[in-house]
């Protein structure tokens, strides 16, 4: 096909790509800009979110779940999806291309700094005005709470002082009830410095110290403002309003904070006592309505509002208006913090309100207030304004100078790139294959270099694994050549004619091991052991396996002493995966008699003269896998008699689950051939046992390593 009509197919494929993501953008941006307008931008969202998360009571989880995806979720993955067509957009158009890049290149580093800059200075303008204006408000309600806790308590301490004082020391024509009410009305003005907030009320109830009496109102605050109600003279128990006065939560406690009662708030002071056998509660505090916050955002210049998070109630005061440009410039410092309010009723407190904050419009500006100069930042906000001002315009500079410092970097990765390239053909061509391009990027210049390092690394690969593998076939062979020289030596002995022994490794090293123990003059003790797993690994066990057996020579003539002091040794020095079957047996050559323990191993095999062989198998478990507490407890010996010419055969799992074809040689196999071959000397059993097995498996491989010993008694004891 000719090249050229390649060429120009890709190029439309690729303008067909560029002109579906210019379409995706612009579709998503304009859909996620309508949701954000619609539903009153973050501020909204986030009011939206809040509230759908508290309306569970009442509605199906279903119905939530649909609107939290459609208000809340809908405007987040569609932002997400519109930043994402806007990438694959500006990189399709970049893609290979370096001039691209670099347009692409000198527009971010002039957007980003900028952007981030502004909405680094925004929130962070948020966040110094919400924690101001709360703690504003905050302290606000806590200077008048604490103004009516002091006028609660001296309320009590005048009507304690009251009762207590003998009828003829009070004045004539004068009640209690009156005496109250004038005490109410002079505490007020010598106690609440904040008395001019509206919506002030106090009342005072009494009763006889008696469960079920009747509430008795002294004194109650004229209407409260919103139409509060009037408390009735003695209220009953079965009256709506008598659990009202001492709530069940509240018991004999004092309380003072933000409640809502018959669905309105109340900046409250609770207040019980008992005095000449009667018990008093005295409730003060302010109605939290419009005019309430209206006093409240002209001490702090910022305009309030306060609402139920599920929209079922609002107080909004008249807001602080201005210009349009001065509303947009304080537009950003509006925040909503939540608010936790006290039901009345059941003394639950919750999370159910939020408190809206927008700066006011003399927020910047101090004006004249009580003789001095009050301002939301304090008096030095004109100073305050100044370093905010200072301070962006300084990230700004810095951006900008980020910007061309990076893009003058950009244009020399260009330059430096064609010149490195050069340079590293002329240095491999040398000879050099260790050296490699660093890395460049995603573009023409950067795939030139990754296939140029990938071209040098595969040759240099090729050239080291073949050293490495004459390397590791010479340090195996040296292996192989230590591990044999750590098995004992058969020739030359008294013994040998009585003994042969074979260990084939799967690998070039194995973890199978046998010892033969010189225990005086007749008796030796044949150790068979098999390491879990095989290569170097189980080699490095097979060879600490040798040294901890010579260590423990005082217990060659007892063979479960011997093999518990080996457990001990290696329940500490193998690791938690790795463990040693092994079987011991201490034969006297001259009287035939034969002790043998099994640590988790194969079974030996006893070739009778005049009975099929026997399989001999102690109880007991691998060395290594638990502590002689337990080992000890499991581990046995068992005696047996051999005759002049019997044998015993020893071996490692190695030659019973050798396989071919899917099938096991077996241990019936092998006792089979012993059978059929045990009137032949030890060595020669050995060979016809191998040879058996090599038959089985055939052209097959050894999967894993293969260790044979048989003893024969002698005959006549020679």
């Given at each position: 096909m000719n090249p050229l009509f390649l060429q120009k197919n890709k190029r439309k494929v690729r303008k067909r790509r560029q002109f579906f993501w210019i379409l995706a953008a612009i579709v998503t941006t304009v859909l996620t800009l309508w949701l954000f307008i619609k539903n009153g931008g973050i501020t909204g969202l986030t009011r939206e979110?809040?509230?759908?998360?508290?309306?569970?009571?009442?509605?199906?989880?279903?119905?939530?779940?649909?609107?939290?995806?459609?208000?809340?979720?809908?405007?987040?993955?569609?932002?997400?999806?519109?930043?994402?067509?806007?990438?694959?957009?500006?990189?399709?158009?970049?893609?290979?291309?370096?001039?691209?890049?670099?347009?692409v290149s000198?527009?971010?580093?002039?957007?980003?700094?900028?952007?981030?800059?502004?909405?680094?200075?925004?929130?962070?303008a948020r966040t110094l005005f919400?924690?101001?204006?709360?703690?504003?408000?905050?302290?606000?309600?806590?200077?008048?709470?604490?103004g009516l806790n002091s006028y609660t308590y001296h309320v009590q301490k005048e009507v304690v002082r009251m009762i207590s004082e003998p009828p003829g020391q009070r004045e004539k024509g004068t009640s209690v009830k009156r005496e109250i009410v004038d005490l109410l009305e002079r505490l007020k003005k010598r106690e609440l410095s904040s008395r001019e907030f509206p919506g002030f009320f106090v009342s005072v109830f009494y009763r006889t110290a008696r469960p079920g009496h009747p509430w008795l109102c002294l004194n109650s605050s004229p209407p409260l403002v919103d139409g509060a109600v009037f408390f009735p003279g003695i209220i009953p128990p079965d009256h709506p309003l008598f659990h009202t006065i001492n709530p069940s939560w509240l018991?004999?406690?004092?309380?003072?904070?933000?409640?809502?009662?018959?669905?309105?708030?109340?900046?409250?002071?609770?207040?019980?006592?008992?005095?000449?056998?009667?018990?008093?509660?005295?409730?003060?505090?302010?109605?939290?309505?419009?005019?309430?916050?209206?006093?409240?955002?002209?001490?702090?210049?910022?305009?309030?509002?306060?609402?139920?998070?599920?929209?079922?109630?609002?107080i909004t005061p008249e807001w602080t208006d201005s210009a349009w440009y001065i509303r947009f410039f304080l537009r950003p410092l509006r925040s909503i913090w939540l608010v936790e309010i006290r039901e009345w009723d059941t003394g639950q407190n919750q999370l159910s309100a939020q408190m809206l904050f927008d700066a006011a419009p003399n927020l910047f500006s101090p004006e004249q207030q009580g003789g001095h100069i009050s301002s939301?930042?304090?008096?030095?906000?004109?100073?305050?304004?100044?370093?905010?001002?200072?301070?962006?315009?300084?990230?700004?500079?810095?951006?900008?100078?980020?910007?061309?410092?990076?893009?003058?970097?950009?244009?020399?990765?260009?330059?430096?790139?064609?010149?490195?390239?050069?340079?590293?053909?002329?240095?491999?061509?040398?000879?050099?294959?260790?050296?490699?391009?660093?890395?460049?990027?995603?573009?023409?210049?950067?795939?030139?270099a990754r296939s140029f390092n990938a071209m040098v690394a595969n040759i240099q690969n090729l050239l080291e694994e073949s050293k490495e593998k004459e390397k590791l076939q010479e340090e195996l062979r040296i292996a192989r050549e230590i591990q044999v020289s750590l098995l004992p030596d058969l020739e030359n002995k008294a013994w040998s004619r009585h003994l042969d022994a074979v260990c084939i490794p799967a690998k070039d090293v194995g973890g199978d091991y046998f010892e033969v123990l010189e225990i005086g003059d007749r008796?030796?003790?044949?150790?068979?052991?098999?390491?879990?797993?095989?290569?170097?690994?189980?080699?490095?066990?097979?060879?600490?396996?040798?040294?901890?057996?010579?260590?423990?020579?005082?217990?060659?003539?007892?063979?479960v002493e011997l093999v518990n002091g080996l457990n001990e040794i290696l329940h500490g020095a193998l690791k938690s995966n790795i463990f040693i079957s092994a079987f011991y047996v201490l034969i006297d050559l001259k009287t035939g008699e034969a002790e043998c323990v099994r640590a988790g191993h194969c079974p030996a095999i006893a070739a009778w003269k005049d009975r099929p062989c026997e399989e001999i198998q102690p109880k007991g478990m691998a060395l290594g896998l638990t502590t002689n507490t337990i080992f000890s407890s499991v581990i046995s010996s068992e005696k047996i008699k051999l005759e002049a010419g019997e044998k015993l055969v020893l071996y490692t799992d190695g030659l019973d689950e050798m396989a071919a074809e899917n099938e096991l040689y077996g241990i019936d196999r092998l006792k089979n051939t012993i059978d059929n071959q045990k009137h032949l000397s030890a060595t020669q059993l050995k060979e016809a046992i191998l040879n058996d097995v090599n038959r089985f498996i055939q052209s097959g491989e050894q999967s894993d390593d293969l260790t044979l010993v048989i003893i024969q008694i002698p005959e006549n004891n020679s």
């Open positions: 979110a809040m509230n759908l998360s508290l309306q569970v009571k009442g509605e199906m989880v279903y119905s939530l779940s649909v609107q939290f995806f459609i208000k809340v979720s809908a405007p987040f993955f569609l932002t997400l999806a519109a930043l994402f067509c806007w990438w694959m957009m500006m990189r399709n158009w970049a893609h290979y291309y370096l001039n691209r890049k670099l347009i000198y527009l971010f580093f002039a957007l980003i700094p900028l952007l981030s800059t502004i909405a680094i200075f925004i929130l962070g919400g924690l101001t204006a709360a703690h504003g408000v905050e302290s606000g309600m806590q200077a008048l709470a604490k018991g004999e406690r004092e309380f003072s904070g933000l409640t809502r009662e018959n669905d309105r708030l109340y900046l409250k002071s609770f207040r019980y006592f008992e005095a000449d056998q009667r018990q008093f509660v005295i409730q003060a505090g302010y109605a939290v309505n419009k005019h309430f916050l209206g006093r409240l955002q002209e001490r702090l210049s910022v305009n309030l509002a306060l609402e139920g998070l599920n929209d079922s109630w609002r939301f930042l304090g008096d030095n906000q004109m100073q305050i304004q100044f370093a905010f001002i200072i301070f962006t315009i300084a990230i700004l500079v810095l951006g900008e100078l980020f910007a061309l410092i990076f893009g003058v970097l950009l244009i020399g990765y260009i330059t430096r790139s064609l010149d490195m390239l050069a340079t590293g053909n002329d240095i491999v061509a040398q000879g050099q294959l260790s050296y490699r391009l660093p890395k460049m990027g995603q573009d023409q210049l950067g795939a030139m008796k030796l003790g044949v150790f068979v052991a098999d390491v879990s797993g095989k290569g170097t690994s189980a080699a490095f066990y097979m060879a600490e396996m040798k040294g901890i057996l010579l260590a423990l020579k005082p217990k060659w003539g007892y063979p």
